[in-house]
């Protein structure tokens, strides 16, 4: 998982190296929604802070169980702790932040607002990293999170903190996703997912234990959090080399894909049919992500 950090962020990374990072990214994402699924799944029949720490643990009990027979535990101690603790803090809250959002919300609502996000990265992109994307890819960026509210079709409900909430998810994901960009060469991919890991499952633990304590769970249930353990790990270990080898700015708005991945994993674990707009939608956020990488 480790590798040094690209030095494209201020000089424009190559459209090679843009075109790899975006493939890495889509993976990205249909693993997260993968890991989407199964907390559905877990979520049904147990408390949601409680699953958010089950497969949190498990991302992390894997983590240290890998980085310790391949005798790489050291790579898991970030030698820039202040970025490593920041980055993690700004994970941690957009979790809690989106959680709230889902409760309040439509599920469409929140995770429109939330899209939003590609947008914030190419902005803070533009001022704080100095990259520039041209008009065809701000086109894609837009045209993308059209997209997105084709294919979820939001109604339209009175402002509340939820959307307070969701927004604030957006704001904090696209700052912790341009603090990648900025990560010096001496840290190590390991040490920022850990450093997540770390700060996520005991403040995910707490949440639990406030919001009406942890219950036993099944064997069936614990298998299911361990696999979305090691896909959340998976996830993250490949969002964070995905903004190393492109430009945060290009490689955020292949967020959208979740919409399509979401899509395939309702069909074949949930019997939930595509709608008509849904694939619309999909078709047009596969033109924004052309977009973006011309």
Not at 5 to 12: E, P, R, T
Not at 137 to 163: D, E, Q, R, S, T
Not at 268 to 288: D, N
Request: overall charge positive; proline content about 4%.
């Amino acid at each position: 998982m480790s590798a040094e950090v690209s030095s494209a962020g201020a000089d424009g990374a190559a459209p090679a190296a843009n075109g790899r990072a975006a493939l890495v990214v889509l993976l990205a994402f249909a693993v997260f929604s993968g890991t989407d699924a199964i907390v559905k799944v877990l979520a049904a029949g147990i408390a949601a802070p409680q699953v958010t720490f089950l497969v949190t643990a498990a991302a992390l009990v894997i983590l240290l169980c890998h980085a310790g027979v391949a005798g790489r535990l050291r790579r898991l101690v970030p030698r820039q702790p202040g970025l490593a603790l920041l980055r993690a803090l700004l994970l941690a809250g957009d979790t809690l932040l989106i959680h709230y959002a889902f409760a309040a919300l439509p599920l469409a609502e929140a995770y429109l607002l939330a899209f939003l996000t590609p947008i914030l990265v190419a902005m803070l992109g533009f001022l704080l990293l100095g990259e520039r994307l041209s008009p065809i890819g701000w086109a894609g960026v837009v045209i993308g999170f059209a997209g997105v509210a084709v294919a979820l079709k939001p109604g339209v409900a009175p402002l509340n903190l939820g959307h307070a909430a969701a927004l604030g998810s957006a704001v904090l994901f696209a700052l912790s996703l341009v603090l990648l960009r900025r990560t010096k060469t001496a840290e190590t991919d390991e040490a920022l997912v850990a450093s997540l890991l770390v700060v996520l499952t005991p403040l995910s633990l707490g949440v639990a234990l406030v919001g009406g304590g942890i219950v036993p769970v099944s064997t069936q249930d614990f298998a299911l959090a361990c696999a979305g353990g090691a896909l959340l790990l998976g996830g993250h270990a490949l969002l964070v080399r995905a903004f190393r080898m492109g430009e945060a700015s290009v490689v955020a708005p292949f967020q959208y894909s979740q919409i399509v991945w979401g899509g395939l994993y309702g069909v074949l674990l949930f019997a939930t049919p595509l709608e008509f707009h849904t694939l619309v939608g999909a078709g047009i956020i596969v033109l924004s992500g052309w977009l973006v990488l011309k």
